[in-house]
């Protein structure tokens, strides 16, 4: 089997890298050096905006979303077919509904009137 590097940026929003391993461990070790580039690039902002931003206030404010920014990007790693496998269509994602009849909904009653 073969595997994908997915990243999920803001830890939510999929995207593909098209970076397909033979080995999960393969995978797994471009996930953390992906990771690792994210810390990297954050810790070279941070160090820059220390020596550039005056306010410590601002510099706070800045940083945090930076740090939200660049930091809550996350990989993970998925099967991948690779044109081996058919594609899954929805009539086999979903399970055979059985035909029945409708549910028998008895009329309600008149409202009284004044």
Not at 60 to 73: H, I, M, P, V
Not at 78 to 102: D, K, L, N
Request: a neutral charge; charged letters at 25%.
């Amino acid at each position: 089997m073969k595997w994908m590097l997915v990243v999920l940026v803001g830890g939510a929003t999929p995207v593909n890298t098209d970076l397909i391993f033979d080995k999960f461990s393969d995978c797994l070790a471009a996930e953390e050096q992906m990771r690792k580039h994210y810390a990297d690039a954050f810790e070279a902002w941070d160090r820059w905006a220390a020596t550039n931003i005056d306010r410590r206030r601002e510099y706070k404010e800045t940083r945090d979303l930076q740090a939200k920014r660049l930091l809550s990007n996350i990989g993970t790693c998925v099967p991948h077919g690779g044109g081996e496998q058919p594609p899954v269509t929805a009539q086999q994602q979903q399970p055979a509904i059985q035909q029945s009849a409708p549910p028998q909904v008895a009329p309600a009653p008149a409202s009284p009137r004044p």
